[in-house]
């Protein structure tokens, strides 16, 4: 582990009007990384993720990527810096066909690495190719969860953000999205911070991961000390499949 992490969220509030939603957070993710954010319904999860892109931005705090403070940058500037994001509820492009969608992720200055990265994603999920001129809001919602994320990956990330990727999926859908993200990160090195209600699914593919509870950071550890913890065990993984 290099010791300057790729991102760094350093005492992050976050509000929405008067609530607070992040109550001053720190999270790092080294490159190279699987990190997991785990919590639940509410936790303030989704808005740690919307922060590091910019929208709502952190109140007080500091987010840094690659050593740069991007924590007052406008959202496109930050998605300029190669962070992307797979938002939950996935929203794709409904009207947008599969590949005018993958287009859509790529970023302009890219355009000549397209087709090459369009068949990388094929290849990794040939459901979108054989689905490819098919509109996205027609797909099943684990092909919409294969497309969101492809789009992301598109824009070739350093950092890959996943929203509850496993989101209302079947178990052998999610095994499969998992077993690529596992893929790209050993073959391909990307970085990626995920985060979960699946808690189980989560940190087992996970290096290292943390706990959230009422927008703030109350546990970490590797993927395997949490999924042994018993207090872990007891909040979020009593009753999964597994
Ligand atoms: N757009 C919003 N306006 C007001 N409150 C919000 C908004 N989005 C989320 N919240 C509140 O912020 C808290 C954290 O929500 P969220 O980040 O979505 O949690 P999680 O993703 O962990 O389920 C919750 O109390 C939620 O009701
Ligand atoms: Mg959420």
Not at 12 to 21: C, D, F, L, Q, S
Not at 102 to 114: N, V
Not at 136 to 148: A, D, F, I
Not at 152 to 181: C, H, N, T, W, Y
């Amino acid at each position: 582990m290099s010791s300057e992490p790729l991102l760094k969220v350093a005492g992050v509030e976050t509000y929405y009007g008067n609530i607070r939603a992040l109550a001053g957070v720190d999270v790092e993710v080294h490159k190279g990384e699987i990190v997991s954010l785990i919590g639940a319904n509410g936790a303030g999860k989704s808005t740690l993720m919307m922060t590091i892109c910019g929208s709502p931005q952190a109140r007080a705090g500091k987010v840094v990527f690659d050593g740069e403070d991007i924590t007052q940058l406008p959202t496109h500037l930050i998605a300029r810096r190669r962070i992307a994001q797979s938002p939950e509820g996935r929203r794709i492009f409904p009207r947008m066909t599969v590949m005018e969608n993958l287009q859509m992720g790529a970023g302009l200055d890219d355009l000549k690495y397209f087709k090459e990265d369009v068949e990388k994603i094929f290849t990794m999920f040939p459901r979108l190719k054989e689905r490819q001129s098919q509109r996205g809001g027609t797909l099943s919602g684990g092909e919409q969860q294969m497309l969101s994320i492809g789009r992301a990956l598109m824009s070739r990330p350093k950092l890959l953000l996943l929203d509850e990727p496993s989101l209302g999926l079947a178990p052998l859908i999610v095994k499969g999205i998992f077993e690529q993200i596992k893929r790209l990160n050993k073959e391909e090195g990307l970085t990626v911070f995920l985060v979960e209600q699946n808690a189980f699914a989560a940190l087992k593919l996970s290096d290292r991961a943390y706990v959230m509870v009422n927008g703030k950071v109350t546990m970490s550890g590797t993927g395997k000390q949490l999924l042994a913890d018993p207090s872990v065990r007891a909040a979020y993984l009593e009753g999964g499949h597994h």
